[in-house]
């Protein structure tokens, strides 16, 4: 079955840097969109980084765009996320999602999402 494990948060200060890694299972990441969202307290879940399946194109939202790099390891079957210069409203949960393709629909799977705290 398909799953995606975050892992690579923690406490940093601002400045700082750091990579999240998403790894996947039950699909090949090069096969799938992958994205990574964040959601604040009290706020909606908001995309941040997306790369597509086909030619690897990726984008960004505005207020990571020149800080945030979203990347694949095709061999690992892993996609990361390295963001730098992190701001205290970077604060979030960040999930990892995919949408996979089976024969008949495509279906958005989430991971369980890691904490990032960016707190002097």
């Known amino acids: 079955q398909v799953q995606l494990v975050e892992s690579g948060g923690g406490l940093v200060q601002p400045g700082g840097s750091l990579r999240l890694s998403c790894a996947a299972s039950?699909?090949?990441?090069?096969?799938?969109?992958t994205s990574w969202y964040r959601q604040a307290p009290g706020k909606e879940r908001e995309l941040v980084a997306i790369i597509t399946s086909a030619g690897g194109s990726t984008n960004y939202a505005d207020s990571v765009k020149g800080r945030v790099t979203i990347s694949r390891d095709n061999a690992k079957n892993t996609v990361y996320l390295q963001m730098n210069s992190l701001k205290p409203e970077d604060t979030a949960v960040y999930y990892c999602?995919?949408?996979?393709?089976?024969?008949?629909?495509?279906?958005?799977?989430w991971g369980q999402g890691t904490q990032v705290t960016v707190s002097s």
């Open positions: 039950g699909f090949t990441v090069s096969s799938a969109a």
């Open positions: 999602s995919a949408d996979v393709r089976s024969a008949l629909t495509t279906f958005r799977y």
